[in-house]
Each structure stands twice: as C-alpha cells, then as structure tokens.
T-cell receptor, first 112, second 113 residues
Framework: GENVEQHPSTLSVQEGDSAVIKCTYS??????FPWYKQELGKRPQLIID?????GEKKDQRIAVTLNKTAKHFSLHITETQPEDSAVYFC???????????FGDGTTLTVKP | GAGVSQSPSNKVTEKGKDVELRCDPI?????LYWYRQSLGQGLEFLIY????????KSGLPSDRFSAERTGGSVSTLTIQRTQQEDSAVYLC???????????FGPGTRLTVL
C-alpha cells in the first residue's frame, strides 16, 4: 500500500518568512495530492491540491510543487502570518482507489 | 449547504462498553471515510465507503471495530468492548466524486476511562 512521509514534524518561522513542508510517497499510481490545514481543536480543511498532470499550482501565498519522478511534493507558504500557525497534513491518493494516505502532520508556528 | 455532521461531539465511556458514533455526510456525496486521530497525531484511516461497492475495511485496527452505511448516506462506527487505547478523536469525511476534496466533520472525541 501507499506510504507517505512528511517532514519536518515541527517548524517554527518568523512572521514574514517562508515555510516549506515536504512529503514523499511510495505508490507511483497515486495521482492526487491534497494539503489540509488543521487549526487547534478544529477539523482539517483543504487548502490546496495538485494532480499528477501538473508540476506546480499556486493560490495567493500558498503553492504546491510535485515531482512525480522523485515521488515527492512540497507545500510552500510565503509571507507567513500568525494565523498560518496550525498543523498541516499532506496526503496521496490514487484516483480510482478513493482511499487517501495521510502524512503524520507538521506543526507550523509563526512567531509575530 | 450543510456540511458533514457527527454525533455525539464528545463521548465518555467505561472500559468494556460498546459505543456508536454517527456521521451524516454532505447530501449527495457518494464516498464516506472514517479516520482516527490520537492526541497530537496524524489521521489514521479506518474504513471507506463508495456507493454500493464493498467497503474498504483495511484500516480497522481490530474486529472490535465495525462500520456500516445505511442507504448510502448516514454511517455508524461501532466500537465494541472499548479499551483505553481507543481514546481519540474520530473524524468522518465525505466527498463526491471520490477523487476530489474530502470534507471533514467536526469529529467525536471518545474518552475511555
């Protein structure tokens, strides 16, 4: 089955700096890679996703890059703000399989 | 429209008791997932329902865990003879079709004393 590894487990940055979280996956059949943000005590919510037919996707301060050959994808947050502080989860899924495999999460702290 | 709802929001039970957790997915969503999240941990996949297909039960940790989905909508996760290690937040998510965004419910926090 699919195995997703996420690094780092914790990340602390100064407000305004960039943050990068990386994930690797094992199953070459995976073709959908979402990122979820989970604030303390709340439910995970999708912030950005990418499919295997593109290498990069950007939405304002958030971007995701995908390297299918190396089987890794990354979340980039620029100009970080204190409200970006949360746990971020990556996931990988094979479209027709439906089941997603999640990384263990990265706790991001943005210091004002 | 209404999002995914779960009930109860909190459940405290004694070791050895059975519990039932309920999930109401977004109307029309054909896929439904159950996950378990222990304190400070990631999302552990439990079970996945897609339409009328046989569910993917590969994540259920033991035969004390079972789930059903009636009429392709509401799902119930049942834990029999609860143990202290079952204490966690149980999250439900739904999506339509299965390869799009998963919408999560607020979770049920289960505490086994």
């Amino acid at each position: 089955g699919e195995n997703v590894e996420q690094h780092p487990s914790t990340l602390s940055v100064q407000e305004g700096d960039s943050a990068v979280i990386k994930c690797t996956y094992s199953d070459s059949a995976s073709n959908y890679f979402p990122w979820y943000k989970q604030e303390l005590g709340k439910r995970p919510q999708l912030i950005i996703d990418i499919r295997s037919n593109v290498g990069e996707k950007k939405d304002q301060r958030i971007a995701v890059t995908l390297n299918k050959t190396a089987k890794h994808f990354s979340l980039h947050i620029t100009e970080t703000q204190p409200e970006d502080s949360a746990v971020y989860f990556c996931a990988a899924r094979e479209t027709n399989a439906g089941k997603s495999t999640f990384g263990d999460g990265t706790t991001l702290t943005v210091k004002p | 429209g209404a999002g995914v709802s779960q009930s109860p929001s909190n459940k405290v039970t004694e070791k050895g008791k059975d519990v039932e957790l309920r999930c109401d997915p977004i109307s029309g969503h054909t896929a439904l997932y159950w996950y378990r999240q222990s304190l400070g941990q990631g999302l552990e996949f439990l079970i996945y329902f897609q339409g009328n297909s046989a569910p993917d039960k590969s994540g259920l940790p033991s035969d004390r865990f079972s789930a059903e989905r009636t009429g392709g909508s509401v799902s119930t996760l049942t834990i029999q003879r609860t143990q202290q290690e079952d204490s966690a937040v149980y999250l439900c998510a739904s999506t339509d079709p299965p390869y799009n965004e998963q919408f999560f419910g607020p979770g049920t926090r289960l505490t086994v004393l």
